[in-house]
């Protein structure tokens, strides 16, 4: 269950507090003017190219912030005011903010390191009275409520603002009251991004699993990968995490050019693969031991990209804790930047992901489902392969490359430009042309032949038997999609076809009212899925209907594969045989 965030803000820009804000006795400065700041009232505008900072800046910003923050569990009833007072003892801090899931918890970041130090040696291990606390010392806490009486007395306690996924039915309210279907895409992208806090949540899960791991490599970092970072998650997935021990083995240390060099004497053994699984192996054993609020350690250390699994219970993630796994990290690199080069990326992008899971069409549970970076990659391919293009190709992103942005992992090539050195497309047509192009292309893509190449930005023959073929960026061998079988892949053009109909009817295409859903809203509507068998009433398949729509309307002559531009400008879907 995603965590629902409630943020307080307390600076000045925050009028909202500053107005009720008692102001510390003596001091020249107001509470208010000291305390810290969390930017989510200031939306940014999503339709607005930004200019973004590369990717490693950000990650290297977000872990120094990580790594100066601590988690803790809170008193119910807690006063605001008590509470802050009490930890500015120990340091000054930067900012903080509470959140629920199954208790109270804040998130408070102290300007300096060496305050969670202070902090942490006036703590205690708690003494039980039935069990035994292992003594690791986290800097997860326990706020502590030493007299209970006073802080009831203190109530209304925190004032929040909750940040929790959006109602289906809410979502849907909202889409309806939009005036394009522009708007409808926009709006699923600010309604589903991960917040602010909900990113810095992530990264402190990074950051106090680090500290597990730093008993036996100091050096390491934990970072996270996919959807967390990549600008494409959605408020509630997974927490994908890197362990890096990259940086551990010395192999960059400058030579001293004497007569001797050292090196550590290690354990051996018989492949890169083993060494990673006895690395997470340890360190999930650890996780489960010693780790405080990580709960549900599976280790599954067979899988192709071994990995262990765990629930982090104070923030509500699922976490996937993987290591050697740095191709992964360039990919969700590589996505962040698509995802800064145009705005219509991002919100196609979380429109066709809230469309598939409405559908059905993904899940969260691992099988022969298409997962969320296939989808993915199935939008990018199409806007590289608008007139014009809206996003350059992976050998494009390359040729702009300068020497600095060279990367070669394993002997694949991984060199794409990092930063904004990418000109803005002259394609101007709207979303709600590319998602009706989205369904279009999808519905009548030859996937028994066809594979999906966003290096390449054009389709090629598959090179093996697999339904759906999206070759993976950068293990050029590799496909993206295997675990894809032949049903979702026709439950997934079925209701790409399905959608392509449903949003021509001139009837959805327009706002009719404030509340019948319409345009992308009565495509996630109930009725309109198909998953899980839930709706017992089979529906003719979507391409069957098209079928007999357009030959009972006797339409233009069409053309099998290929849509029909020809009446008044408006398009049908011509039925296929894939
Ligand atoms: P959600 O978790 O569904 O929101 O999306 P995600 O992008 O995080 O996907 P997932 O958790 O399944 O995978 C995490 C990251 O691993 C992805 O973003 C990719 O960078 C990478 N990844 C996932 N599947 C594959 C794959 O089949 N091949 C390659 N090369 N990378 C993958
Ligand atoms: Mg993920």
């Known amino acids: 269950m995603a965590a629902s965030i409630w943020w307080r803000r307390l600076e ?4 909202l507090w500053f107005g009720r804000c008692p ?4 001091g020249t400065s107001s509470w208010a003017e000291t305390a810290p700041v969390l930017d989510g009232r200031e939306e940014p505008d999503l339709t607005e190219k930004t200019i973004a900072k590369t990717f490693s800046a950000l990650q290297a910003e977000r872990h120094e912030q990580a790594e100066r923050t601590i988690l803790i569990s809170c008193p119910s009833n807690i006063s605001e005011k008590k509470f802050y007072k009490y930890l500015s003892s120990y340091g000054t801090i930067s900012k903080y ?4 899931t199954f208790g109270v918890y804040a998130v408070v970041e102290f ?7 202070t902090l942490k040696r006036i703590s205690s291990i708690p003494s039980l009275q039935h069990e035994c606390a292992v003594p690791f010392k986290s800097r997860f806490f326990n706020l502590r409520n030493n007299h209970p009486r006073e802080l009831s007395a203190a109530r209304p306690s925190v004032p929040y603002h909750k940040h929790a996924v959006i109602p289906l039915n809410e979502l849907l309210r909202k889409l309806s009251g939009a005036e394009s279907i522009d708007e409808q895409l926009y709006t699923v992208c600010k309604e589903y991004q991960i917040t602010e806090e909900n990113t810095r949540l992530r ?11 730093a008993a036996y490599f100091p050096e390491c970092s934990i970072k996270p990968f996919g959807s967390s970072v990549n600008n494409f998650g959605k408020i509630g997935c997974d927490l994908d995490m890197f362990l890096d021990l990259d940086s551990i083995s010395g192999r960059n240390n400058t030579k ?9 004497q290690t354990k051996r053994v018989s492949s890169e693969r083993v060494a990673t699984q006895s690395t997470l192996s340890v360190i999930g054993e650890c996780i489960d031991q010693f780790a405080p609020g990580c709960t549900g350690i599976q280790k599954i250390l067979n899988a192709r990209c071994p990995l262990v699994r765990f629930s982090h219970q104070p923030s509500g993630l699922q976490c996937d804790l993987t290591a050697n796994n740095r191709i992964a990290m360039r990919s969700t690199e590589l996505l962040y930047i698509y995802s800064n080069i145009d705005p219509r990326v991002r919100a196609l992008v979380f429109g066709v992901r809230c469309w598939a899971r409405a559908q059905g069409i993904t899940s969260n549970i691992p099988g022969s489902w298409i997962t969320n970076f296939s989808l993915t990659m199935m939008v990018l391919f199409l806007l590289q392969k608008r007139n014009p293009p809206i996003i350059p190709t992976l050998d494009q992103l390359r040729d702009l490359a300068e020497v600095e942005d060279k990367y070669v992992i394993e002997s694949h090539d991984c060199t794409f430009v990092s930063n904004n050195k990418i000109k803005p497309s002259q394609n101007t047509e709207t979303l709600e042309e590319l998602l009706q192009e989205f369904f279009e292309f999808y519905g009548n893509f030859a996937f028994n032949q066809m594979s999906i190449n966003i290096r390449k930005g054009k389709e090629q023959h598959k090179p093996e038997a697999s339904p759906l073929y999206i ?15 032949q049903t979702q892949l026709e439950r997934f053009v079925t209701a790409a076809r399905e959608s392509a109909w449903i949003l021509q009817q001139e009837g959805l295409k327009q706002r009719m009212s404030d509340t019948k859903p319409w345009g992308l809203a009565a495509l996630l509507l109930p009725t309109m899925q198909s998953s899980g068998g839930k709706s017992k009433k089979k529906r003719q398949p979507a391409s ?35």
Not at 12 to 15: D, E, S, V, Y
Not at 471 to 485: G, I
Not at 558 to 573: K, M
């Open 23 to 26: 102001r510390r006795s003596g």
């Open 12 to 15: 000045a820009a925050g009028r």
């Open 97 to 100: 903010f509470f959140y629920e």
């Open 471 to 485: 070759q993976n960026p950068f293990e050029q061998a590799l496909n993206v999609s295997k675990n894809v079988n």
């Open 203 to 213: 990264f402190l899960v990074c950051s106090l699993v680090k500290d597990i791991a």
């Open 111 to 117: 300007s300096d390191k060496e305050s969670i130090g």
């Open 256 to 264: 001293t050019g004497g007569a001797f060099s050292m090196e550590y």
């Open 544 to 578: 069957e209907r098209i079928k007999t729509l357009l030959d009972s309307l006797k339409t233009n002559k069409s053309t099998p594969g290929y849509l029909n531009r020809t009446n008044g400008g408006r398009r049908h879907i011509c039925t296929i045989a894939w």
